[in-house]
């Protein structure tokens, strides 16, 4: 008797979820994994974090999704620890040892070393990312056995935190605490620290500690979020104007919300704002209604990504009860 499957009846979702990837799925594993634990219609990313990293990696839902592209600009901070005196063919422990070096450094030597690279520093694509070439991802191109040329790329590197620290032993090891700009390889900077000290190294652990505005202790796993009854997996979903925090607010009367909402600019005395968030009347319930994101330039408030109705009577009708 051949099983049936049983088709998920999709609905709309609208939000972030903060999720604690775990070590193992790739990024977009585990979007799949969460929009069906949510029975979500429609989900993104923003951003990837590889299969062997952890931590937070925001997940956007319905139309959170119009704002994911905002997100890639935040600078990240990562836990990781560098294996010093062994290369391998992917800067990181899913690779295959490729040199190998005594570790004769010194603590002083490291500290001078983990200098030079903090502020602004260049680096060189690995081959195993997701950067594309001539429509191709570069990490397909090194499975074939190819390297292509990459030119370098401007980083930087706000804060190297050394946490701890091994040079003896069977696996001599810096423990690091770093924060970068958006596009930084942390994988390509272990490898970079352990070419500089003279031994080599690649990443044995990699874990995103936070990214903009979130962190892991805001993060719920996979595993936390499927034990949860059905209806209470939406309460872990921030509302779509948190991947708006730095931008500044601007409230429409009713007349005004209605046109901003028909991509019609509105004309105000508002400062130049490169980011607006724009709101219109309170719900019923007091809560706000985020219409979608503007510029303002000339006393003009000029429409970006917008909110449909649709949606904005969505998330009405699905927010949680306002707690007395």
């Known amino acids: 008797m051949q099983r049936q499957s049983t088709r998920v009846q999709r609905r709309p979702v609208h939000g972030v979820l903060l999720l604690d990837k775990p ?3 790739s990024s977009n594993q585990a979007l799949q994994k969460a929009k ?4 979500a219609e429609k989900a993104g990313h923003t951003g990837t974090l590889d299969p062997l990293a952890s931590g937070v990696l925001p997940l956007c839902f319905g139309a959170a999704t119009k704002f994911s592209q905002l997100h890639l600009d935040a600078d990240k901070t990562y836990e990781t620890v560098v294996r010093l005196g062994i290369t391998t063919t992917t800067a990181d422990a899913e690779g295959d040892v490729v040199d190998t070096r005594p570790v004769t450094c010194t603590p002083g030597q490291v500290v001078e070393v983990l200098d030079r690279f903090m502020g ?3 680096q060189v694509p690995p081959m195993h990312s997701a950067l594309k070439r001539d429509g191709k991802p570069l990490y397909e191109y090194a499975r074939d056995g190819e390297t292509v040329e990459r030119e370098p790329r401007r980083v930087v590197i706000h804060d190297i935190e050394l946490l ?3 040079l003896a032993g069977d696996a001599p090891s810096l423990r690091l605490r770093v924060c970068c700009s958006k596009g930084t390889y942390i994988r390509t900077l272990g490898e970079d620290i352990g ?3 003279g031994c080599g190294g690649h990443l044995i652990l990699l874990r995103r500690l936070a990214t903009g505005p979130f962190n892991d202790g805001q993060c719920i796993s996979l595993t936390e979020l499927e034990a949860l009854p059905e209806a209470d997996r939406s309460i872990r979903l921030l509302p779509v104007q948190s991947l708006l925090p730095g931008h500044a607010r601007v409230t429409l009367g009713p007349d005004d919300a ?3 909402l028909s991509g019609v600019r509105r004309r105000g005395e508002w400062p130049d704002q490169a980011q607006v968030a724009v709101y219109g009347p309170p719900a019923a319930d007091g809560s706000e209604v985020l219409l979608g994101s503007a510029h303002v330039a000339g006393g003009e408030l000029i429409p970006g990504r917008l909110l449909s ?3 904005i009577q969505q998330i009405q009708e699905t927010s949680p009860e306002p707690t007395p």
Do not use: K, Q, T, V
């Open 23 to 25: 070590l193992g799925l």
């Open 36 to 39: 069906w634990l949510l029975r």
């Open 120 to 122: 602004p520093i260049e």
């Open 164 to 166: 701890d620290m091994s």
């Open 195 to 197: 070419r500089a000290l």
């Open 258 to 260: 209605g046109r901003f």
């Open 309 to 311: 109705p649709i949606e």
